[in-house]
């Protein structure tokens, strides 16, 4: 087993960490400094997509990690328009990615920072995440390919940059074009400029140390490789730190904000994440990288997710958080739709892998 690793990804995640911990104490929703589910669902809200109104918000973070990874990829030579390993099947990965990571309430950058800030809500979803990378690292070993990606002309790499770029210039240019929450989770941000500075240093170092939260522990379960685990492990710790530091922390279970207390399905819906993620390569934050550098699969899959958390609010699917003593959690029909989300992604795995020993 490998355990060494790079300055790089070490101090990406430590910044990243550091970052994600003091961007709640400036504004954005406590233990959501950073949450790549939780702010492309509040993108989704503002462009009207969901009419959830507490959770919609033209969240500048998003923007600045696909820019800061375009930014460093440029600067480094290592931009390249690509794509055509199965969009379609990405885009539908990504919408069910998103149907976890909304059970779960966050993704698992947000599911490490709750960790880091003592909600213990979050162990289910840990254990159910690793199990879910684990079940993803046995389709790869079983022969599930996505196909080869190629050469594309550059417009197709650069769709949803101009996309992310053309909202926020609309929400900030013309006031009240797009919709905002005045209470709960989406009425909390902090200022725009902070926000997009954070999201573009935040995707440029994570551009340049590979950081991924699912191929971290991929890479540890397949290949017994650490490298990019140590990224995790350095964003945990310095989210802690700052965490405490800033009076952040509460350990335990109950009063954790945004979370839910049941843990049978923060359990499932992180493990439906972590397959999805693994099968995609990589968590929603590298997706965000990866189209940033080039990928137009990626920014297929992030549309994916858009899609996936807009359908996850229209049809109440989405957990909702523990309230007055009153455990919260996936309806009925958020039960369903998880189970049968787990089977529609083990029969796209399956097949993909049948293809692929056919070949």
């Given at each position: 087993m490998r355990w060494g690793t790079s300055l790089s990804v070490v101090l990406a995640g430590a910044l990243f960490g550091i970052l994600?911990?003091?961007?709640?104490?400036?504004?954005?929703?406590?233990?959501?400094?950073?949450?790549?589910?939780c702010f492309l669902r509040d993108?989704?809200?503002?462009?009207?997509?969901?009419?959830?109104?507490?959770?919609?918000?033209?969240?500048?973070?998003?923007?600045?990690?696909?820019?800061?990874?375009?930014?460093?990829?440029?600067?480094?030579?290592?931009?390249?328009?690509?794509?055509?390993?199965?969009?379609l099947l990405r885009f539908v990965l990504g919408m069910l990615l998103m149907f976890g990571a909304l059970v779960f309430l966050g993704c698992p950058a947000r599911m490490m920072l709750r960790?880091?800030?003592g909600d213990m809500t979050a162990v289910a979803a840990l254990?159910?995440?690793?199990v879910g990378v684990y079940i993803g690292v046995q389709f790869f070993k079983a022969g599930f390919s996505l196909g080869a990606a190629s050469k594309v002309y550059s417009l197709n790499a650069i769709v949803l940059h101009l996309f992310l770029v053309t909202i926020l210039l609309l929400n900030l240019l013309i006031p009240n074009i797009l919709r905002s929450s005045i209470s709960g989770p989406g009425a909390m941000h902090t200022n725009w400029l902070i926000s997009l500075c954070a999201g573009l240093l935040i995707g440029s170092l994570a551009q340049r140390g590979r950081l991924c939260f699912a191929g971290g522990f991929r890479d540890l379960i397949l290949i017994g490789d650490a490298h990019l685990f140590w990224g995790v492990i350095s964003f945990f710790i310095s989210a802690l730190i700052i965490n405490i530091a800033l009076g952040q922390f509460n350990f335990g279970i109950s009063n954790q904000p945004v979370a839910h207390s049941a843990h049978i399905w923060n359990f499932a819906g992180m493990m439906l994440a972590g397959i999805c993620a693994v099968l995609i390569g990589g968590c929603p934050l590298r997706q965000l990288v990866l189209a940033g550098e080039g990928n137009s699969d990626s920014a297929l899959t992030v549309f994916g997710m858009l899609f996936g958390a807009a359908l996850a609010h229209n049809l109440k699917l989405a957990a909702t958080p523990d309230a007055q003593g009153i455990i919260g959690g996936p309806s009925i029909h958020g039960k369903v739709a998880l189970l049968i989300a787990i089977c529609a992604v083990i029969l796209i795995a399956s097949i993909s892998r049948e293809k692929t020993e056919q070949s």
């Open positions: 994600a911990a003091s961007l709640s104490k400036l504004g954005n929703p406590p233990n959501m400094g950073v949450c790549v589910a993108i989704a809200g503002a462009l009207g997509l969901h009419n959830a109104e507490k959770v919609q918000y033209m969240r500048p973070e998003i923007v600045g990690f696909v820019l800061g990874a375009y930014i460093s990829a440029m600067l480094f030579g290592e931009f390249k328009p690509r794509g055509g390993s199965s969009p960790l880091s800030a254990v159910g995440w690793i």
